[in-house]
């Protein structure tokens, strides 16, 4: 049974920093694909980036990318996403999500997932 952490979220200012980390236990690296998701209030769950554990090709979301760096430590079976120049439009709940046996990812998109709990961002002006 997989199951993910996630950490590192919290309040900042415009043009500041986060890194969200996400802790996976019964995930192993072999599998498809990790990624981060968010939801905001009132708008439906987006996908932020993905990491193919396979050959490590990554997709961003065009809102983020340049700004927002997705990354994996396997020794660690953690999952990352360094936030720079956060805007108040990146505040949201993030979500990791793990791609294991007969999930997979579809660039943005994950099927089948298994989910965090969330960590909450939260960028003011």
């Known amino acids: 049974q997989v199951q993910l952490v996630e950490s590192g979220g919290g309040s900042v200012q415009a043009g500041g920093s986060l890194r969200l980390s996400c802790a996976a236990s019964?995930?192993?690296?072999?599998?498809?694909?990790m990624g981060w998701f968010r939801q905001a209030p009132g708008k439906e769950r987006e996908g932020v980036a993905t990491?193919?554990?396979?050959?490590?090709?990554?997709y961003y979301a065009d809102s983020v990318k340049g700004r927002f760096t997705i990354s994996q430590d396997n020794r660690k079976n953690t999952l990352y996403l360094e936030m720079n120049s956060l805007k108040p439009e990146d505040t949201a709940m993030y979500y990791c999500a793990a791609a294991s046996g007969a999930a997979y990812c579809s660039g943005l998109i994950c099927i089948r997932c298994v989910w965090g709990q969330g960590t909450q961002v939260t960028v003011s002006s």
């Open positions: 019964g995930y192993t690296y072999s599998s498809n694909c």
């Open positions: 990491i193919y554990t396979r050959g490590g090709a990554t």
